[in-house]
């Protein structure tokens, strides 16, 4: 009887842990939106995608990159629906590091008022997460308990991708499409879905050398023939400017060594501002090795073959070291790797504590640290991030070198 009090009050706290801290997440929004108003900070991605169609609509395609109309149409939205007050950030227009094919949806949206419009866009945001999370366990033909869904699916990445108004839904739906159609052996199409990750090209660094090394060809192809699709549709949407104003954006605006992004350069960032040059730099070095040496580590036990019952694990390995080397890997990124810590777990690489410790902790950092400053909460959340994503690494490399599943 004891042992069973004691299990189920370990039950509680799984699903009474992820609802304290959603809770405090709603309070959060309540408060920025009170103090803040739209656009300003909330929905600040959505800013820049409204903006985007709303260019597209008046000026053609081909304009969505021009930085003084992207600064004239988001300050607009700024100054109708934001509440200026002393935690208001100084107005910086976001630059458009995207191909111009991922703005083609936001025509639709520009037809609707700023504020329904990202109302809207909210809805299917929480709506499409949850709703195609529970329709791939469904097909893999599983169920995850409560206590292992809830915290993962209220994880600080799903959360802020959804207050920001960033649309990388569109990554979690061609990740998991992906792994469905590799595991039905139908690589072609598989590849054909993996070419919708350009909508973030840096999460390919790692998957495409491995396909070449697992020798899966009919996946690059498709992978290939997609990305060139989506690169072609974008030059007759915006011409020249389809490659040009990417670039500009990627060369120009300092990114890549973000203190708010989930890579290991955030982390030197970071340290950066407490230590001597040379410390973070040596951190940061020493943190990429180890990184490398969980991947080749993992592999190795499986002699770098892409096994097709286990495929969803394989990609976590790839994903997560990726957002870990990868530059400007921002949090909402981290995304696709719901479903793949879900699988991990039904396949026994992970246990419920490692899915619980990954989506409730960063979380409840952020909001803790956000009563004293957001900027700070994102950048300390940021760095938690960084040594759940080392150290879930680490806990998959060792589980498959011990047990070298096939």
Not at 139 to 160: A, D, E, N, T, Y
Not at 177 to 186: D, G, P, T, Y
Request: charged share 10%; proline share 5%.
């Amino acid at each position: 009887m004891f042992l069973d009090n004691e299990k189920n009050r370990g039950s509680y706290l799984y699903v009474a842990a992820p609802i304290i801290a959603l809770f405090g997440f709603i309070i959060f929004i309540l408060w920025n939106y009170f103090n803040r108003g739209l656009f300003e900070y909330i929905g600040i991605d959505y800013r820049l995608w409204y903006s985007s169609g709303w260019i597209a609509r008046e000026y053609g395609f081909s304009h969505i990159y021009d930085q003084a109309l992207q600064s004239f149409y988001q300050s607009q939205l700024v100054d109708l629906f934001s509440s200026p007050s002393k935690w208001s950030m100084p107005f910086w227009p976001l630059p458009l590091p995207y191909l111009s094919i991922f703005v083609l949806p936001m025509l639709g949206l520009t037809i609707i008022k700023p504020v329904q419009g990202f109302l809207i866009w909210t809805v299917i945001n929480t709506i499409g997460t949850i709703i195609y999370v529970s329709w791939f366990q469904r097909r893999m033909g599983w169920s995850v308990p409560k206590k292992v869904f809830l915290p993962v699916i209220i994880s600080l990445p799903v959360l802020l991708n959804i207050l920001f108004g960033q649309i990388y839904l569109l990554l979690l739906v061609a990740l998991g499409e992906s792994l469905i159609l590799i595991r039905k052996e139908r690589l072609f199409e598989a590849g054909l879905w993996l070419g919708l990750l350009l909508l973030k090209p840096q999460t390919l660094i790692l998957i495409i050398p491995y396909l070449v090394i697992s020798k899966k060809y009919r996946i690059l192809l498709g992978t290939f023939i997609s990305s060139f699709g989506l690169i072609l549709l974008s030059f007759i949407l915006s011409g020249k400017q389809a490659f040009l104003g990417p670039y500009r954006v990627i060369t120009s605006w300092p990114v890549i060594l973000a203190d708010s992004s989930v890579n290991l350069l955030s982390l030197a960032a970071n340290i950066s501002k407490f230590a001597s040059d040379y410390i973070p730099v040596l951190i940061t070095l020493i943190s990429i090795l180890i990184t490398i040496y969980f991947v080749l580590r993992y592999f190795s036990a499986q002699q770098w073959n892409l096994r097709l019952d286990h495929v969803e694990v394989d990609f976590l390995v790839l994903y997560n070291a990726t957002c870990l080397i990868a530059p400007h890997a921002n949090i909402h990124m981290l995304l696709p790797l719901v479903i793949l810590l879900l699988t991990a777990y039904q396949k026994r690489y992970l246990t419920s504590r490692w899915l619980l410790i990954w989506g409730i902790t960063p979380l409840l950092v952020f909001l803790i640290t956000s009563i004293g400053s957001i900027g700070i909460a994102h950048n300390i959340a940021a760095i938690i991030q960084v040594l759940m994503s080392v150290f879930i690494l680490y806990e998959l490399s060792l589980v498959n070198t011990k047990v070298k599943l096939t």
